[in-house]
C-alpha cells in the first residue's frame, strides 16, 4: 500500500507539472510568459524555457521588453549546450544592444560558445582559430574587462592547441616516409612557432628526415643531403647541449659523417 501511495503522489506531480506547464506555454500576457520562461530557465528547466522565449521574440519586437527577452533567448540556447546558436544570438544582442550594460558579457559569451566548440587537438583547428579571433576581438572591445584574464586563458589554451596540431600534421610525415615534405613542413613549423614546447623535438626530426632522405637518395645528392644532416645536428647541440634526445641525434651525426668520408673517398 506504501509503494502504491507514492506512486499515486509522483504521478500527481507529474501531471500538474505538465498542467502548470502546458499553462505556462499557452500564457498570451508577454509580461506573465516572460516570467513563466524565467522562472524555468533560473530552474535550470532550459529546455522548457526555449519554447516560450522564441514565442516571445515575435511578441515583443520592437517594445522595451524585447531585450530582456533576446537576452535570457541567447543565454537559455547556451544552458542547452546550444554553442552555434547561442554564439548566434549573443553576438546579435551585442550588436542590437550595443549601448546595454549587458553588452560587453554577451560579447564575452559569443566568444566562450566559440571556445566550447575548439575541439581536441586531433581534429581539424578551424573553429579554434575562430574563437581565437572571437576572443581577440572581445579584447579590443572591452580591454579593461574583468574578463579580459579568462579571455587570455582561453586564447592561450586554443593556440596551444593549434600548435599541437601543426606540429602533429608536420610529424605525420615522418611517419609516412615522406622525408623532403617533414623538412620542409617542421623547417616551417619552427618558424612560426619559435617559443614552442616541441621545438626540440622537432629539431631531432629534422636531423632524422635529413638523414633518411639522403640515406634513400640517388648517388648524385648523397653527399650533399648527409652534409645537411651534420650540419642539422650541430645546430641541435648548440640549441639543446643536454637534450635528452642527444643519442639519438649524435647517432645520426655519426653514421652521416662516416658517409660523407666514403663518398669522398669514391
Do not use: W
Not at 507539472?17 to 532550459?46: F, H, I, R, V
Not at 572581445?138 to 579580459?148: K, V
Not at 653514421?255 to 669514391?266: A, D, F, G, R
Amino acid at each position: 500500500m506504501k509503494r502504491f501511495g507514492i506512486l499515486l503522489f509522483v504521478l500527481a506531480t507529474a501531471v500538474s507539472g505538465c498542467t502548470e506547464y502546458s499553462k505556462a506555454l499557452k500564457e498570451t500576457d508577454p509580461t506573465k510568459k516572460m516570467a513563466n520562461a524565467k522562472k524555468y530557465y533560473e530552474d535550470g528547466e532550459c529546455f522548457k524555457a526555449l519554447p516560450m522565449l522564441e514565442e516571445l521574440i515575435g511578441l515583443t519586437r520592437g517594445t522595451q521588453q524585447s531585450e530582456e527577452v533576446y537576452y535570457y533567448f541567447a543565454k537559455t540556447h547556451y544552458c542547452l549546450k546550444d554553442y552555434y546558436m547561442g554564439n548566434y544570438y549573443f553576438k546579435s544582442y551585442a550588436k542590437s544592444f550595443s549601448a546595454s550594460p549587458k553588452a560587453e558579457e554577451c560579447s564575452f559569451m559569443a566568444a566562450l560558445c566559440s571556445y566550447n566548440l575548439s575541439p581536441s587537438y586531433t581534429l581539424d583547428q578551424t573553429d579554434s582559430k575562430t574563437a581565437v579571433d572571437e576572443l581577440q576581438y572581445f579584447l579590443d572591445q572591452y580591454p579593461n574587462s574583468a574578463m579580459r584574464d579568462s579571455a587570455n586563458h582561453m586564447i592561450r589554451d586554443l593556440n596551444f592547441k593549434i600548435e599541437k596540431k601543426d606540429f602533429e600534421v608536420a610529424e605525420l610525415y615522418v611517419q609516412t616516409m615522406k622525408y623532403k615534405a617533414a623538412t620542409s613542413s617542421l623547417q616551417e613549423f619552427l618558424k612560426k612557432y619559435p617559443q614552442s614546447k616541441f621545438r626540440e623535438q622537432a629539431m631531432l626530426l629534422i636531423i632524422q628526415s635529413k638523414y633518411l632522405l639522403a640515406e634513400g637518395s640517388i648517388d648524385t645528392k648523397k653527399l650533399e643531403r648527409y652534409r645537411e644532416t651534420m650540419e642539422s645536428y650541430i645546430t641541435f647541440v648548440s640549441a639543446f647541449p643536454k637534450s635528452t634526445f642527444l643519442d639519438s641525434a649524435e647517432d645520426y651525426y655519426l653514421k652521416s659523417e662516416k658517409m660523407v668520408t666514403n663518398l669522398t673517398k669514391k
